[in-house]
């Protein structure tokens, strides 16, 4: 009864380990999700296509690279004017945004290595004369997304009223309703906007060159270097394989 009894235990425990072993294994080939916020109101870089879909240049970027990395994604659309709080709180992990990498920004979050470059521009409606950048529209109002380097940009310049948006959408609606007298945005922005969007190429124009240098990052929690480095790898690949050129010419050009 005795040897029954240890031959009954010795099989038990042997099952228990061969469970706890594929538990074990199973758990480590499940993919990792990472929760990516994006302020889906910037075509073409991010926004909400007909079929409610978010869409767009990060969008495709950030799948890109979580299939390199071997994660999965989830996206969360979350406004802007609320978004690094959300990030410093632990609702997401990464913010997808549009975000310009600053000396002020990196001081209480990190980011990826930068992806593209998106320098500031200035849009106005196209009757306007004698107007190729901020320094011209001294006695004007311009308009931004509320918290972008473009507010930044204009509030720099002395004489020119800046009046902010939650969506940069509503600041373009309004310049070609003629309550402002420009908007700043990231050049990708404003070139959908003023050169491919339906509605306005035909009122509006980009008034002279970028005048800002700024590239984008994707956004993590100060300190979180694990997702950081999940990202910057995965960000790696898709530059050598050629795909971030391949999303630029698809979104950007």
């Known amino acids: ?108 979050m990190d980011f990826s290595e930068p992806y593209v470059n998106a320098g500031q521009v200035l849009v106005v409606r196209k009757e306007t004369t004698g107007v190729n950048s901020l320094a011209d529209m001294i006695g004007k109002k311009a308009g931004a997304q509320i918290g972008t380097t473009g507010a930044i940009e204009i509030s720099k310049v002395a004489g020119v009223e800046l009046k902010t948006y939650d969506e940069i959408g509503l600041a373009f609606e309004d310049l070609v309703n003629g309550n402002i007298d420009g908007v700043v945005a990231d050049s990708p922005i404003a070139a959908n906007f003023a050169l491919q969007n339906p509605s306005y190429k035909d009122r509006l124009m980009i008034a002279g060159e970028p005048f800002t240098d700024e590239w984008l990052g994707f956004v993590f929690k100060k300190g979180d270097t694990k997702t950081q480095k999940l990202f910057n790898e995965g960000l790696a690949k898709v530059k050598e394989s050629g795909k971030l050129d391949e999303l630029i010419q698809k979104w950007l050009k």
């Not at 990472?34 to 495709?60: C, H, L, Q, R, S």
């Not at 799948?63 to 071997?70: Q, V």
């Open 1 to 108: 009864m005795k040897r029954s009894a240890s031959i009954l235990t010795t099989v038990a425990l042997a099952l228990l380990v061969a469970l706890a072993a594929g538990s074990l294994f199973s758990c480590a080939k499940k993919p990792t999700k990472i929760v990516v916020a994006t302020d889906a109101t910037w075509p073409p870089m991010e926004y909400i296509d007909e079929n409610k879909n978010i869409v767009g240049f990060d969008i495709d970027l950030v799948n890109e690279i979580a299939k390199a990395g071997g994660f999965e994604v989830e996206f969360k659309n979350t406004a802007w004017d609320g978004i690094f709080a959300g990030l410093a709180t632990g609702n997401y992990q990464v913010i997808a945004s549009s975000v310009t990498i600053t000396e002020e920004r990196k001081a209480t």
